[in-house]
């Protein structure tokens, strides 16, 4: 396993198209959490898994957004009706719970371009 | 709420010299952790280093280390020696004991030059 791996790494779709990622986080961790990021900000928390329980859910996620973590491995996140908004860099994120080391690992992201 | 605040968009700095990157944080917690994550260009995020709230000693790096002042909710970033390939976004970033949710700045851009 060498991280969390993103599908796809870009994504151009035109306004009004549903999109969906995928995100594989680190095998042996049982949170996951996806994140938005635009251009020259930090990241801003969407929503949070443990294990495939969704337990906390952002505002910034409208009723257009939905994930899903089914078996609390591989994780998918869905924008329906895309809108112009929506373009910007998400990132999944994985991490062990009750780990001493509670640092997110990354993955590169897929950056989504609404046109 | 929590927040953290980075006040330098940008920086630069010559190769083999010293930077140091600012972030301060506002939190009612007691007991956190304060991160450090370099953002290379079209490449994922990855953790520089790592502080734990309850110890005083600063945590270093190699040539990364910082300055963590608990009581006026601090904690910098230096830079030794940098390098070309230290070129990135750096997010200082903080997670309360317990928590889930990792709370970002804004980044600092920062260029070494050669």
């Known amino acids: 396993d060498t991280g969390v791996s993103q599908d796809p790494r870009h994504k151009i779709t035109k306004r009004g198209q549903n999109v969906t990622f995928r995100c594989d986080p680190i095998?042996?961790?049982?949170?996951l959490y996806w994140y938005r990021q635009t251009l020259g900000q930090g990241p801003e928390f969407l929503t949070y898994?443990?294990?495939?329980?969704?337990?906390?859910k952002s505002r910034l996620l409208s009723d257009r957004f939905s994930a899903e973590r089914p078996k609390g491995s591989f994780s998918t996140l869905e924008i329906q009706r895309t809108e112009q908004g929506d373009s910007a860099m998400y990132l999944c994120a994985s991490s062990l719970q009750g780990a001493r080391n509670t640092e997110a690992f990354f993955g590169q992201g897929t950056r989504l371009t609404v046109v | 709420a929590q927040t953290v605040t980075q006040s330098q968009p940008e920086m630069s700095v010559q190769e083999a010299e010293t930077v140091t990157l600012s972030c301060t944080y506002d939190t009612s917690e007691n007991n956190y952790y304060l991160f450090w994550y370099k953002q290379p260009p079209s490449r994922q995020m990855i953790l520089v280093i790592r502080?734990?709230?309850?110890?005083?000693q600063n945590a270093t790096e190699n040539r990364f280390s910082v300055n963590f002042q608990k009581a006026a909710k601090s904690f910098s970033l230096k830079i030794s020696d940098s390098q070309l390939g230290d070129t990135a976004m750096y997010f200082c970033a903080f997670i309360p004991l317990g928590g889930f949710k990792t709370i970002f700045g804004a980044g600092t851009r920062l260029f070494v030059k050669a």
């Open positions: 095998s042996e961790h049982n949170r």
């Open positions: 898994f443990q294990n495939e329980a969704q337990l906390e």
């Open positions: 502080q734990e709230a309850y110890k005083q």
